[in-house]
């Protein structure tokens, strides 16, 4: 059955969110705020918080310092996962990964399918691995964020989650992970 073995350790993630907006500041960012709460919330260090237009090379420029720093193992974009114009954070990413994780976007269309029902169609949520982390790309509202967080990246975060997590395929805890 899964779920959370509390006889397990909790070892704690070290997270970093993007949000990709031509308009949010921190100051009006619901979203990174969202995530950033439940981060802590939960356990997590947030190691870094940044936003960024939605532009090819500036996604790419902040995600690449970020993956050069090895104590970032997860990053979670918010943003410009739609079919506007402005909407880039597919083609910004997706060249950085060398993985794609495709139950993440499977099951964050079957959650939000929930809350906004066949709207979840315009969505290009998607996940994969980038060097030794793992971007999680989540749409820009709030509700989506929550989608994303609740009952499924709270999850796949907890180490002591059974049958696995996502924390079993970071290098610092592939061991205490198995």
Same mark, same amino acid.
């Given at each position: 059955? &899964?779920?959370?073995?509390?006889?397990?350790?909790?070892?704690?993630?070290?997270?970093?969110?993007?949000?990709?907006? @031509?308009? =949010?500041?921190?100051?009006?960012?619901?979203?990174?705020?969202?995530?950033?709460?439940?981060?802590?919330?939960?356990?997590? @260090?947030?190691?870094? =918080?940044?936003?960024?237009?939605?532009?090819?090379?500036?996604?790419?420029?902040?995600?690449?310092?970020?993956?050069?720093?090895? /104590?970032?193992?997860?990053?979670?974009?918010?943003?410009?996962?739609?079919? !506007? &114009?402005?909407?880039?954070?597919?083609?910004?990413?997706?060249?950085?990964? +060398?993985? /794609?994780?495709? $139950?993440?976007?499977?099951?964050?269309?079957? +959650?939000?399918?929930? !809350?906004?029902?066949?709207?979840?169609?315009? #969505?290009?949520?998607?996940?994969g691995q980038a060097r030794?982390?793992?971007?999680?790309?989540?749409?820009? #509202?709030?509700?989506?964020?929550?989608?994303?967080?609740? $009952?499924?990246?709270?999850? /796949?975060?907890?180490? +002591?989650?059974?049958?696995? !997590?996502?924390a079993g395929a970071l &290098?610092?805890?592939?061991?205490?992970?198995?």
């Amino acid at each position: 059955m &899964p779920g959370i073995d509390e006889t397990l350790t909790f070892h704690p993630l070290n997270i970093a969110i993007l949000t990709i907006s @031509d308009t =949010r500041t921190l100051e009006t960012d619901t979203s990174g705020e969202l995530l950033a709460s439940r981060i802590v919330t939960a356990g997590h @260090d947030l190691i870094a =918080r940044a936003i960024v237009r939605d532009d090819v090379a500036a996604i790419r420029a902040q995600l690449e310092a970020w993956l050069a720093q090895p /104590e970032i193992e997860i990053i979670l974009t918010t943003g410009g996962t739609g079919f !506007s &114009p402005r909407d880039n954070t597919p083609e910004a990413v997706r060249p950085l990964l +060398r993985r /794609e994780m495709d $139950g993440f976007s499977v099951a964050f269309h079957q +959650r939000s399918l929930e !809350s906004v029902g066949v709207a979840t169609m315009q #969505s290009r949520a998607f996940a994969g691995q980038a060097r030794d982390a793992f971007v999680f790309c989540i749409p820009g #509202s709030t509700g989506a964020c929550r989608d994303a967080w609740d $009952g499924l990246l709270e999850f /796949e975060f907890d180490s +002591r989650h059974k049958p696995c !997590s996502i924390a079993g395929a970071l &290098p610092r805890l592939r061991e205490v992970c198995a």
